[in-house]
């Protein structure tokens, strides 16, 4: 399958600080990416679609200006949370869709191994 | 609005039994149904990928069902090995408009040596 890598893998921060968080696709072309927050022994839950070139599509409740989304190529989104809080905390995940070597027609989605955000 | 339900939450079997995991969902529209596999603090590995208009998918001792109709969807594991441990998830994304999944809760299997 295609393969979807995610940086950083965890990161530990102060309150107030700004993280970023990239989700590349190293074998494809991603004209769409996901990014998730799963809580502990929790399911994954959606917090905003990207379109290559075009705004994020946030869901209800998540604010966009605490979680910056930028998918400025095919082949990279980031996530950044802003001023982060420890209610922050969580494990952020980014999946992706798209074209190219390793992907087909089939629409299946593929999840980058995730990144641990813990904020002191 | 669409839910999806997965049965059981946890499930404890001895190495090298077959076993049975459980998804159902609400609203039979759908384009397809993703089976994945978390590793504790990873993330997510496809497993089988079915479209709405197949009804079985099959990888190595995997095979997952698909009967839109009622809503259900079963993940069939072949001769269980401790490796298998993991959370199995099921999604499903619908036929309308957009690209987003649905998750189900996910099932924790645990496989003893």
């Known amino acids: 399958g295609a393969v979807v890598s995610q940086h950083p893998s965890w990161v530990i921060c102060k309150s107030g600080t700004s993280v970023k968080i990239e989700c590349r696709s190293l074998?494809?072309?991603?004209?769409?990416m996901f990014w998730y927050r799963q809580f502990p022994k929790q399911s994954l839950m959606l917090m905003a679609t990207s379109n290559e070139g075009s705004k994020a599509t946030y869901e209800q409740g998540v604010e966009k200006d605490k979680f910056l989304i930028n998918h400025a190529s095919l082949t990279l989104s980031t996530l950044t949370v802003t001023s982060a809080h420890p209610e922050d905390s969580s494990f952020y995940i980014c999946?992706?869709?798209?074209f190219g070597a390793g992907q087909s027609n089939t629409g299946e989605l593929f999840f980058g191994e995730g990144s641990r955000l813990t904020v002191l | 609005k669409q839910e999806v339900t997965q049965i059981p939450a946890a499930l404890s079997v001895p190495e090298g039994e077959n076993l049975v995991l459980n998804c159902s969902f609400t609203?039979?529209?759908?384009?397809?149904l993703q089976w994945f596999r978390q590793d504790p603090g990873k993330g997510l590995t496809s497993l089988l990928l079915?479209?709405?208009?197949?009804r079985e998918q099959t990888s190595g001792r995997l095979n997952a069902s698909l009967d839109k109709s009622s809503g259900r969807s079963t993940l069939y594991i072949a001769a269980s090995q401790p490796g298998d441990s993991a959370t199995y998830l099921c999604?499903?994304?619908?036929?309308?408009?957009?690209?987003?999944?649905?998750f189900g809760e996910g099932t924790q299997l645990t496989v003893n040596p």
């Open positions: 609203d039979s529209a759908i384009y397809n």
């Open positions: 999604a499903v994304r619908p036929s309308t408009s957009g690209s987003r999944l649905t």
């Open positions: 079915i479209q709405s208009s197949q």
């Open positions: 074998d494809f072309q991603a004209t769409t």
């Open positions: 999946s992706a869709r798209g």
